[in-house]
Structure formats: structure tokens, C-alpha cells
């Protein structure tokens, strides 16, 4: 499993919406041996020690151009200046990191992201589409703004996607998980598996619906992190067992049942 | 001056070139080829940064702090960003000294690379306990004592900052142990000379400095403390300027060799902390932003050196100029 550190240009930043942000860079080896759920620590300044740390971002998207994309919110100081960032300016990236999501089992699947959650969910349903799987996707935003302009590149990719907002502005009126509750998969599917990103509260009561209709469920968390590369032990996350996971190195993709939920 | 680590590209080390100057550096009774060391609790257990670093060009690595049984380590969050540097309260997670000898010790002695073990513990005895079972790992370069724990025996004062328990600590891990034993100071004193001759007194082969800097960090939004433990050890740039001043000082009381750790992120920093009186230098912080910064800093120095003629790092160390 190699990792690499490199700068790389940034070859294409798009304003997704007033405050959400897609980079493209070109980074063929990183591109090359991603795979979905992994994600990149992203250098958001060139000049000083403020800020120090890199910022982790999912991969949102590679092609076989070496193209990669980031999707994220800009938040502080970090996605402030990240934002910023001119194409054709040349940035570090560390990658790519941690353990993705398990593809290989199961031949139906339920995508669910909600908010910045989405980022990884569009990697994923290509894979799962180059395997010749149909995924069933939910995607979910507090209002349509911050939906509809990401919808294309899932529906691109022949899947059918299930939209839903917090205010109803766009799509269903609600939450990821009323739609969820409404799922089926069929009955002779071999193993299903529901794949989930988004806010704590949400991927709890995702867990929470898998447990009730005995499905597994993979889930995407997030930690604050300094190294990513499972140097420093700082993005524990408690597990069920006892003890803590590392995020950036055990994760952050993880089985749902694994983690220590207080549900 | 250029700053040295652009990210990799800068200070690509020629081969054979860097035979010019003679970098090697004397810890007590171990010889090291450079005097860049990785900083514990910052570089895993090196495999972690094999991707990025060639380990065969750094003098050591020190591997994360050992206690005596496993330990868990504080909730989450664990680290958080400050201005220039950072906080972290990992809470001294390890996996105890038994599966350290049995899981890490074997891919660690193969590595070509000189293996320094930094160990932790809440009493005097762990601490000897400690040091006895690593006496019996023959490839063990070194031992290095964190210092900076509490001492459960002594309402939690931490040894680091009593000149007599520091030096018990140190008195007793030498005692027992095969390798040279390096004491780590923590700045968390009034006077770190003072603690640097109790514990150089007491046996210590050499003094590394500093530990982390104790602060603590406020999230106004949520009125509430940014680390789960509420305080953490500061690292990174923003601490340099101290841990230059206690090396500076340490390297004054002293005659053991001192290691200079705090902030080092380029070989220019490296420069100082030599030229400030240490022996060799440490890496940590560095590691998690730019995980090349250790060779980079290594070759930094070399390619220094050359272009200002200097033929041995022996001829730089402590030669600041103070008029
Ligand atoms: C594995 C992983 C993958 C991620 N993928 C994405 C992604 O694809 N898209 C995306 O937009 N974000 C993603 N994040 C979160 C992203 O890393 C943070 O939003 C970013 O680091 C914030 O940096 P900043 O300097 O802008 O904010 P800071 O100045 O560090 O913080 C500003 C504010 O944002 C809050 N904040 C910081 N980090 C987070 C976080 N992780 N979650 C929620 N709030 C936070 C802080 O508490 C603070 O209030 C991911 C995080 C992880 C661990
Ligand atoms: C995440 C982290 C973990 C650390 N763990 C240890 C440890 O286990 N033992 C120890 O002696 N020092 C530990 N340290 C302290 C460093 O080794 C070093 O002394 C300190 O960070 C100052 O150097 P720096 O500014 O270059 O990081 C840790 C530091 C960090 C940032
Ligand atoms: S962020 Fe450093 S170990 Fe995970």
C-alpha cells in the first residue's frame, strides 16, 4: 500500500455554492491507487506555520486523466484559505489514506450521504457501477442550494438518486433517514450493505434502522487529525470492545457495529 | 539563507557527496552516522513514514513511549491546532512493554537504523521494570526516560519537575539498563538547569529537551475546552524559541551530551539548536505536516555544511557566537 506526498496543480476549483467548494487536481499516482471511502491531508497554505496542520478531505473523484477531486465546505481558517487557491497553483497533498469502504461483498447496496457526507458517496457509486452494480442513492442537504448542483455526476453515472432536504426545498421534505425507512432491498439479494457519510446524529440512526432490518452497514467518521498516516494516535474514536481506533489508519471507513455508538 | 525543506525537492542528497563532511555525533557510548533523530510519540513505530523516508540516512529514530501494561489513552478529541503549533493529550496510548518487545521490536531491528525506546511510567519501579525487560533486546540503541509523567506515589507531581525524583528515575533505569539511558526533560520548571545536573548527577548518559509545553485551548462558540482531557502538551514552531533558550542553557550546565527537541522543522532550525550547544537534534511536530521533514533535514545540514566548509558537525556544535 504506498502513499504519497506530492504538489500537485490544482487544474480546475468550481463554487459549488456560496460556501461549498469542488478542487480538481492533477495527482496520477495518488488518482491511480485511491480507492472509495480513502481520503487526502491537504496542505491549505504554502507560506508559514499558521495554519501548521494539513486538513483531511475525502476523495470525491479520480479518472484514469489522474484527475482528482475534493469537495468540502468552507468552515475556518484552513477551507478559508483553501478556497483561495488559484488553478494552476501547486499544492501538497498527502494520500491516499486509510481504509476505504469494502466493495467486494453483497450484490445490492444503499448510498447515503448527507451534507458534506456526499463527498466520498460520488467515488463510491462509480466503483460500485464499474462492477456492474446499480446502487440505491440517498443524498440528502439542509436545503436544495446546496443539493442540485451535485446531482448531475451521480445521475451521470446511471444511478437513480433519491433526493431529500431539511427545509423541502428541493426533492422530499426531511431527512435521509425517512427515505431510508421506506428501502427494501429485494429479498434474494446476497448480503446488502448500506454505505453511509454525513453528521454523527445521522449515521447513528442509519446504524440504528441497519440493526433493525439486519443489514451491515459501513460507515465514513471523522475525527480531528494532525498526521493522517497513524503517527501521532490522535484521532481516536471509542470502540465497542473497549479501547480506541485510530481514524486516519483503522478507518475512517468502519463497520457501524464496531464502534461505540451511546445510542 | 534558502529555506531547506520545500517539500522534498530542495535537498535531494547527492551520493557520495555528503562523505565530504563528517556528521557523526557520540550519544554517550552510541555512535550516530548524523545527529537527526525522529521525536517520540511522532513517528509511530517508523514504519508509518517508510513511504516517505529513506530511515538509513537518519541517526535514530525514538519510537512512541512504553509503559509497563498497555494503555488506552485519553477520549477523543486528542489534538487540537493553535496558532503555530499544537495541542495533544493522546494520553500516552501504547501497547506495554511485553507486545512492544513481540510486535514492534522485530520490524523496528530491521530497519537499518539505530532504535531508541522512549518509556513512561507512574512509579520508580515501572520505570526499572521497564528498562530490565528492554535490557534483554540486544538491538535496543538506547533508552530514553519521559520524565514528564505523573508519580501516583507522590499526589501526582510529575517527576520531571522534582530534581529527587528525577533523579531516582534516572538512577534506577541505569542501573538496569545495557544501552545508554537519555533522560527527557520537561520545560514544565522554574529552572531546567537544575533538573538537567540532578539527573546528569544521577548517571544519565545524555538529557533530551523539551517535552511539551503545557497549555490548553478554548472553544468560545461552545464555551467549552477544546481537548476532551482539558490541557495538552504544546508542540510545533510556536515553542522553538523556548526550547532553544533551555538547550542553550542546559548545554551550559552540563558536560553530558544534549539533545535539542521543540519546533524543528528545517535543517536551519537544526543549525541553531547545534550551534546552541546540542549534540543532536530531534524531529516531531515536523513529522506529522511534512512526514519527509527528518531526511530532509539531515540532508539540509550536509549541504550547509559544504557550502560554508565546515568539515564536522563536532566543529559546529556550541559554536555560537556570544559577544
Ligand atoms: C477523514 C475525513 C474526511 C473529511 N472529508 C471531508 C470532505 O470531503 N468535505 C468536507 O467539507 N469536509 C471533510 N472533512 C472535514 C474537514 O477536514 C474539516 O471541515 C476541515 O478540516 C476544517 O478545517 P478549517 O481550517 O476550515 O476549520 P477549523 O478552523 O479547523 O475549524 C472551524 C470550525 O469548523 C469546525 N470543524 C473543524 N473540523 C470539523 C469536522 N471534521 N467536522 C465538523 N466541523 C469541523 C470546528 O469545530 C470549528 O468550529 C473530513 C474530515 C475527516 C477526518
Ligand atoms: C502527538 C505527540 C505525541 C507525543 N508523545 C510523546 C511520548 O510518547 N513520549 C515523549 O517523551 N514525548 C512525546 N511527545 C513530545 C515530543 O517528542 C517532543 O518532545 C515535543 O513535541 C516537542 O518537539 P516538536 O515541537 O518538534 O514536536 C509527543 C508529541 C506529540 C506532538
Ligand atoms: S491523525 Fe495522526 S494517527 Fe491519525
Redesign the pocket.
Known sequence: MSQFQQNVELIRTESMTRDVVRLTFHAPDIAATAHPGQFIMVQTTTTGNDPLLRRPFSIHQVNNNGALQILFKVLGRGTELLAKRQEGEFVSLLGPLGKGFTLDNGDASCLIGGGMGIAPMLFLAHSLRRQGKTPTVILGARTGDELVPLLADFQQLGVVVQAVTNDGSFGSHGFVTDIFKDIHFPAHSINPIVYTCGPRPMMAAIFLQCQHKNLSCQVSMETTM?CGIGA???CAIPLKSGGYAHVCADGPVFSAKDLLWNL | MEPVTVDGKAFAPREGNSSQVDLRVNIGSLQLQNPVMT????FGYAREFEDFVNLQRLGAV?V??ISLSPRAGNPPPR?VETAC??L?A?G?E?VGVERFISDKMPNLSVLGVPVIV?I?GDSVEEYQEIARRLAEVESIAAI?V?I?CPNVKKGGVAFGTDPQMAAAVTQAVKGVSRAPVIV?LSPNVTDISLMARAVAEAGADAV?L???LIGMAIDLPTRRPRLANVIG?L???A??PV?LRMVYQVAQTVSIPVIG?????SADDALEFLLAGASAV?????N?VNPRTSEEVVAGISAYFRQHHIASVRDWIGALQVS
Open positions: 494532525a501521532c494516535l490522535g | 521525536a517520540s510519540g511522532t525514538v512512541k513511549g489534538v503549533g499544537m495533544n493522546i500516552l501504547n522512549n513512561l530514553e519521559n514528564s527527557k533530551s523539551i517535552n511539551t502538551g508542540s510545533g514552531p515553542i522553538k526550547a527537541v521543540g519546533g524543528i522543522a530531534q524531529v516531531g511536530t515536523a506529522l
